[in-house]
């Protein structure tokens, strides 16, 4: 049944605030697990040196994107079939047990190998979860914004997912400020856990009172097909194969630049962990303000000039950046380097979702832009973190570098090539 209410702008807008606070907390979540590695490490893997601990449980954070697939497949398909809010709220419900788990896990000298077997278990819950998150949101809020302002709303997609991982960093500064290394690394450090799984049970209450979206709800009451993973390969091969080329850059330069990034500053560049996290929530706050200014932009100029930009930038920039934070003991130039690498990359993640929204019609909307993008970044964003401290650990750390921006590269190649889809847009046509 058609809901006038939706094409109201106030009902809109309120819509559009609660697929976003429901994709804050879902990263808050995600992101949390990254923020205390430092910290939870030594407690879920036996003792070694940093590095090799770092290793354990950047595999574990990889393994959550190999999940990540499956849940873009399954969820995707039921929001699909079911609507989207149907999806956002099944999400949700998986995350809050993902840190629920992890929060309440004894560690390895308590209860031996069970303990990384729990935290995988929780991982892999989380991965279903942000799997089917990302296509569901992205859809949501593409197809809840207005034509002329796509980009713009769209944008608050990773507005949001800023905002959750600046939460983390948030709890992880006032957790360092009250409490001693010795109770962060004891207990300390399950807090942000707890904190998570109870902000997803309120978020649960939030996204009960969602609108669904127009299109969905058009889709419903006609005759189109059913969306299926056989479905969207047969039908959509071009577009599905085109989401996985030019996501394949941008999430790797997202993940190197923001979440691998905090422990490069530690690992590497030589800065306290205090010192790191607070370079990171500044530059990452700057970064979340930012997303909004390229959405609207891309309405105005198109979505393929700034993913050329981020192409062209990443691709002559990343290198030199690396290097410069390698041998910097200063905070100041760190935070800019930093900074310039994150601006470079909002113009890939400002209209990312929008991007792949507008490439798929309704009916299979949410598994086109679901499952190849998680595939994406199972292979590419997932694994960043883990490539790097590997290839740390073999003394050619500075091939992690090149990786980065020949990928981007590769990428730049697909951003050139391919239409504007501000200007092919298949939403417009639902």
């Not at 507005?159 to 992880?172: D, E, F, K, R, Y």
């Not at 300390?188 to 998570?196: K, V």
């Amino acid at each position: 049944m058609t809901r006038p209410a939706a094409h109201h702008t106030r009902s809109r807008l309120v819509s559009i605030f609660g697929g976003s606070a429901g994709n804050l907390v879902e990263w808050y979540d995600w992101y949390v697990y990254s923020a205390f590695t430092l910290y939870f490490a030594p407690v879920f893997f036996p003792s070694g040196d940093r590095t090799a601990q770092l290793l354990s449980t950047g595999a574990v954070f990889a393994v959550g994107f190999l999940m990540r697939p499956i849940g873009a497949w399954a969820m995707g398909v039921y929001s699909d079939r079911h609507g989207r809010k149907a999806g956002l709220t099944i999400s949700i419900l998986m995350m809050c047990a993902g840190s629920l788990l992890i929060a309440a896990t004894p560690g390895y000298a308590a209860i031996g190998i069970w303990a990384p077997v729990l935290l995988v278990l929780a991982r892999l819950l989380q991965g279903l979860s942000v799997g089917g998150e990302y296509g569901a949101s992205a859809t949501y809020l593409s197809e809840m914004a207005g034509s002329t302002r796509r980009g713009f709303w769209s944008s608050f997609q990773y507005v949001t997912l800023i905002m959750g991982q600046l939460l983390a960093l948030a709890v992880l500064l006032v957790l360092q400020a009250i409490l001693s290394e010795t109770a962060l690394e004891s207990w300390g450090w399950r807090i942000p856990f707890a904190i998570g799984g109870v902000l997803a049970l309120c978020v649960l209450m939030l996204r009960r009172g969602m609108l669904e979206t127009t299109a969905f709800d058009k889709t419903s009451a006609s005759d189109a097909p059913r969306s299926s993973f056989l479905g969207l390969w047969r039908e959509h091969p071009g577009a599905a194969l085109l989401v996985i080329a030019l996501t394949a850059g941008g999430t790797l330069a997202f993940y190197t630049y923001s979440t691998y990034m905090q422990k490069y500053l530690v690992n590497t560049s030589g800065f306290s962990r205090e010192t790191a996290s607070w370079i990171m929530a500044a530059a990452l706050f700057l970064f979340m303000l930012v997303q909004p200014l390229m959405g609207a932009l891309s309405d105005r100029i198109g979505r393929k000039p700034l993913m050329i930009a981020f192409g062209v930038l990443g691709l002559l920039g990343t290198i030199p950046m690396f290097h410069a934070l390698q041998t910097t003991n200063d905070p100041l130039v760190a935070f800019a380097l930093v900074l310039a690498a994150l601006l470079a990359v909002s113009c890939y993640t400002a209209i990312s979702a929008v991007v792949k929204a507008e490439m798929f019609p309704a009916h299979i909307r949410t598994l086109g832009v679901a499952l190849p993008y998680a595939i994406a970044n199972a292979v590419f964003g997932g694994s960043a973190e883990y490539v790097a401290l590997q290839l740390k650990s073999w003394g050619i750390e500075s091939s992690f570098y090149w990786y980065v921006s020949g990928m981007i590269g590769l990428s730049l190649i697909v951003y050139i090539r391919m239409s504007d889809t501000k200007h092919t847009s298949l939403i417009d046509r639902d």
